[in-house]
């Protein structure tokens, strides 16, 4: 009899190993099959018997089988004929296969997670993505449910006598207060159980920060220093949610008097922390949250909040799972995630769930029933979906000095994780925290694990409609080269691939697609990306072959330049396609390449080897995308042909992003300074250019040209920067209709657009405030000589017969033009982003308050390739460094200059625009906040020439500038208000700093030497001055009269428009 602590009963392998899921007897016939050991006292029963008994006495409830549960049932259920069954399963390069049940070997070659249906002869009864079971219906005529696996044994039968024991894991979730800081009593205090509830607007965005901050009971892991930078690390994160394991009573004391978590967040604990003895869970919150914990004398009990919004709610699960110092440690965590899944699914109105925390899995091979259970649930890892070929370990005793001291196996892993469940957000960024040491004389980490960082984004409908059509084996998206090179291909391919008949030479892109149906909705979806990517150029030279079980596949390597112009597209569709990433690749890279058929697995050398001597390469150019039609006994044949085109310079509607090193990215997204993708930034964009291709359909004799200007424009734009965009049109364009197109157009994607226009100045304006993005149109009436001719060619015109307001459009079209070529003959953008994010983030871009602005910073970017001799070859921290040095030194005191001698000046700065008539571009930088400039560059310098390791010099990088003492510090903080007057506000007071700031110098005799800016939870700027005149006492009076005169000529010159008033401090 075998029985274990929880009172389970188990089918001993020993007395019948044909069950055993490992046992390799599973092909025996049900007649040498032995008996099975029972805790009750019926009389014995057969085998048969048996089983059907285990599949009968199932619970009904809506939770997916499984497919190794139903594939041993069609195995060992009598009922079931097994030769009738089929398996598809993803083969990991070549798609979608299906192999007889009976050739099936469990736990062999193919995972269980590769399984995507079962068939009984041509009907599906099993299938994974549209979650369907039929063999249950059609067994017990019984709605579908889920079966009891073989390898999951049934509770045991307990005497009503017998007090039944509850395990750990199946601990009953009950609620508990929420806490919020009360400033006037200066404590804690529980919200309502209403409060706690309240109704909120959907977030456009989530950031979530996971973290296991290490428990130190015994006091010798350095926590009171370790805790300061900890706290920092959180406060910078900017989180929304935070979720943190092993807080110990003493830690969440700690963390509950920072003020930044005071005044931002809701917590699940009271200070106390009665909760968390000996450590445990907590969840801080910038929403009001309902919580609910797990009753359990674990200290690893499972902490659920919900966050209740307008269109449904939000559930987040913080785990702390088992160890692998346990024993069956895998078999523990897969309840204790079955039960908290089985607790998540009770809340019927819940839109999104998270679960994070410390999983303790090593990895997918560890703990497979785990990792099948969050597929089955349609749940995303996030670090792998946003970074496949990154392994993205958080626990590294190779590295972590606190990891080495408390491993037991000294391996890495990735126990540190997050998934989401959501129609509503999509994963958008995720990067690890802490990874590197603090100041300290033994290298000290913030913990043993690494935290995790991850923004989330509502998901739109333009971005979800494709995603829901199910993807069929019927179509698929290739890339087919031109038959003029046809033909020593298929030569090769006749000679070895079994298909050669069913299918034309092609690089697969997607192996299944949507039905051909909605080819000609998706033709015109995929018209800007196809338009922008361009065509390939590509050199078949070299044979390569994928490995398989008895065989290998021969392919041909598509060779381009740049090397990942086609992983990069293919990345691209897959946003829009997301669904057909889980059949054709899974969790593999995909590698573009051109079958050319099958050999043995011992013949594969040879082969290789002459296919490489004997092969003359090929070049030529794919010119389109082709969406192929299968037909069940035809060859593949082309149904539609995209056309790949370039895309006109000036005309992108596409918003880039800049590719930087990983260890850089991870940096910066702690700072919110990156993003792979910015959705707002592209909808403005999209919808701003189809407006415009919308307008000149209808208005054929005023049409407009649309040109993306600013950082946009040169394609460096960081996650917080404006969409500048220039329309040029005739003067019988009207403005005001114009304005009202993008306006409709843009209501249509969002409830909460905020936007004003000015229509009747000289240079129309149209602002919309966007997703936190801000979108900024300037119409200019232009020549038609001007309007026909390329901006790269306005130098040919004569710019004298212009306007003021039209010389000043064409100046900064024609700077753009120029920046824009330099950066692509030098491959600059990555050194010019890295300058912009180091100037965003110490606050030195600020132009209105005597920043340096961003076309300042892209002549920077372009002199210093030329001053430097960077190459695009160097790596980017080598150039980042002779960059810094160069600008530490006497850069700037002659005045820097691309081309033309320009005039002398006696501005602080002189960055001269790249085009005539020569502009200074920083003439608003004083001589005070030159100095700023000189003592931040210095700073990075050093910086360089301290830090060797790349991970630390970034992290240096972006850290605080040592903090310059005042004499006087002033704060303006904005009064809550709306969007709308909060942007109209701080837009008129940013016109009026730099006078406002030499008024103080002159009356007040004070000089700004640092400014620090904030935007949550309200706008502030907090202004540190001296006193130029020391030997005299600061004139306050001064300063208050120069603040009520900024508040009054705001008042008056914004007049009705919606605005808000500031207070101040000082």
């Not at 009864?125 to 709605?143: E, F, M």
């Not at 919580?291 to 659920?304: A, D």
Request: overall charge neutral; hydrophobic content about 35%; some cysteine.
């Amino acid at each position: 009899m075998l029985c274990d602590a929880a009172g389970f009963f188990y089918i001993s392998p020993r007395t019948f190993p044909c069950l055993h899921p490992y046992s390799p007897q599973h092909k025996t016939h049900p007649s040498q099959r032995g008996s099975v050991s029972r805790l009750s006292n019926d009389s014995p029963r057969s085998p048969p018997e048996m089983i059907k008994d285990l599949i009968m006495s199932k619970k009904t409830h809506t939770k997916l089988r499984t497919s190794r549960e139903v594939i041993y049932q069609i195995i060992w259920d009598e009922r079931l004929h097994t030769h009738e069954y089929s398996i598809e399963y993803e083969e990991r390069f070549s798609g979608m296969r299906e192999i007889p049940v009976v050739d099936f070997e469990p736990d062999g070659e193919i995972p269980w997670h590769r399984i995507w249906r079962i068939k009984q002869g041509g009907t599906i009864v099993w299938d994974r993505k549209a979650r369907i079971d039929r063999i249950g219906q059609s067994q017990h005529n019984t709605p579908t449910h889920s079966t009891k696996s073989v390898t999951k044994p049934p509770k045991r039968r307990v005497s009503t006598k017998t007090k039944q024991h509850t395990p750990a894991h199946q601990a009953p979730f009950l609620p508990q207060p929420t806490y919020q800081f009360d400033p006037i009593h200066k404590q804690w205090q529980p919200l309502s159980s209403t409060e706690s509830r309240t109704s909120i607007p959907a977030p456009s965005s989530l950031r979530i920060v996971s973290f296991n901050v290490l428990m130190d009971p015994e006091a010798c892991y350095h926590t009171p220093t370790r805790q300061l930078h900890l706290f920092n690390t959180l406060k910078e994160a900017q989180a929304d949610i935070i979720a943190l394991q092993e807080v110990t009573p003493t830690f969440l004391q700690t963390l509950l008097t920072q003020e930044w978590v005071r005044g931002q967040y809701y917590c699940s604990d009271e200070p106390e922390g009665t909760q968390l003895t000996p450590y445990g869970q907590i969840i801080l919150s910038r929403y009001p949250v309902a919580f609910e914990r797990q009753e359990s004398n674990s200290p690893k009990r499972i902490l659920c909040g919900e966050w209740h919004t307008k269109e449904g709610a939000i559930e987040i699960a913080v785990v702390h799972l088992t160890s692998n110092r346990a024993k069956q440690p895998a078999k523990k965590r897969y309840l204790q995630l079955d039960h908290l899944l089985e607790e998540l699914e009770r809340h019927s109105d819940v839109k999104t769930r998270i679960i994070l925390g410390d999983f303790n899995i090593m990895s997918e091979q560890s703990d497979p029933d785990s990792i099948e259970r969050f597929m089955l649930e349609g749940y995303e890892d996030v670090w792998h979906t946003l970074h496949p070929k990154d392994s993205g370990e958080t626990f590294d005793p190779t590295r972590n000095a606190l990891a080495k001291q408390t491993s037991t196996t000294g391996q890495k892993a990735r126990y540190d994780r997050i998934y989401v469940n959501s129609e509503a957000y999509h994963p958008h960024t995720c990067t690890r925290l802490g990874m590197a040491p603090i100041p300290h004389k033994e290298k000290l980490y913030l913990s043993d694990h690494y935290g995790l960082l991850c923004q989330i984004e509502a998901s739109t409908e333009t971005s979800t409609s494709f995603s829901e059509i199910p993807p069929t084996l019927k179509t698929a998206v290739a890339l087919i080269p031109p038959e003029s090179v046809w033909e020593p291909i298929q030569a090769l391919r006749a000679q070895y691939d079994r298909r050669f008949t069913r299918w034309m030479p092609h690089i697969t892109v997607f192996f299944q697609f949507v039905p051909e149906e909605h080819f000609d909705d998706i033709a015109l979806a995929l018209q800007q990306l196809l338009e922008e990517t361009g065509p390939f150029e590509i050199m078949f030279k070299e044979f390569r072959s994928f490995q398989h079980a008895k065989q290998h596949t021969i392919w041909l390597h598509p060779e381009i330049h740049p090397p990942d112009r086609l992983k990069d597209f293919h990345a691209a569709l897959l946003k829009i396609f997301p669904q057909c990433k889980e059949r054709i690749a899974g969790r593999e890279e995909w590698h573009p390449h051109l079958s050319i058929g099958q050999v043995s697995a011992s013949k594969a050398p040879a082969v290789l080897r002459a296919l490489q001597q004997s092969w003359q390469p090929i070049h030529c150019t794919i010119d389109t995308l082709s969406l192929i039609r299968r037909e069940k006994d035809a060859p593949a044949s082309v149904h539609t042909q995209l056309p790949l085109q370039p895309t006109p310079s000036g005309h992108s509607s596409k918003h880039q992003v800049v590719k930087l090193p990983q260890t850089l990215q991870e940096v910066l997204q702690q700072h919110t300074l990156y993003t792979t993708e910015d959705t707002s930034k592209q909808t403005l964009l999209a919808q701003t250019h189809a407006c415009v291709a919308s307008w000149n359909e209808q208005h054929t004799s005023t049409p407009l040209q649309a040109y993306s200007i600013g950082s946009t424009g040169l394609q460096v734009a960081l996650p917080q920067s404006d969409v500048d965009v220039l329309l040029c049109c005739s003067k019988l364009t009207k403005p005001k209709e114009v304005f009202q197109a993008i306006g409709s157009a843009l209501r249509g994607h969002t409830q909460e657009l905020v936007e004003r226009s000015v229509v009747d100045a000289q240079i129309p304006v149209y602002k919309a405030y966007f997703e936190g993005t801000t979108l900024d149109i300037q119409l200019a009436h232009l020549p038609q000589q001007w309007r026909e001719t390329a901006p790269e060619s306005w130098r040919t015109l004569d710019i004298t017969a212009l306007t003021p307001s039209q010389r000043l459009m064409v100046q900064s079209l024609m700077d753009q033009h120029t920046l824009r070529t330099y950066l692509d003959e030098q491959n600059a953008r990555p050194l010019l982003y890295l300058l912009k994010a180091w100037a965003r983030r110490h606050q030195l871009d600020k132009q209105a308050w005597g920043g340096i602005g961003g076309i300042a910073w892209a002549i920077l970017a372009v002199a210093a390739h030329r001053a430097c001799q960077l190459s695009p070859e160097m790596p980017l921290l080598q150039q980042v460094k002779k960059t810094f040095g160069w600008l530490a030194g006497d850069a700037l005191k002659a005045g820097i200059s691309l081309e033309g001698i320009p005039e002398e000046t006696s501005s602080a700065i002189a960055i001269w625009t790249p085009t005539a008539p020569y502009v200074n571009s920083t003439r608003q930088v004083t001589h005070n906040t030159a100095k700023q400039l000189k003592r931040a560059f210095t700073s990075a310098h050093q910086i360089g020439e301290k830090e060797s390791s790349e991970q630390n010099y970034w992290t240096a990088l972006f850290t605080d500038l040592p903090t310059l003492q005042g004499d006087i510090t002033v704060t303006l903080t904005l009064d809550t208000a709306s969007a709308l007057a909060q942007h109209n506000t701080i837009g008129a007071l940013e016109k009026r700093a730099l006078s406002w700031l030499n008024t103080l110098e002159t009356t007040a005799h004070i000089e700004c030497q640092s400014l620090h800016f904030t935007t949550h939870p309200m706008w502030s700027v907090q202004m540190t001055f001296i006193n130029t005149h020391p030997s005299e006492s600061i004139d306050t009076n001064a300063i208050q009269a120069a603040l009520e005169t900024l508040q009054q000529d705001l008042d008056t010159s914004l007049g009705q428009q919606p605005h808000t008033t500031f207070h101040y401090t000082f």
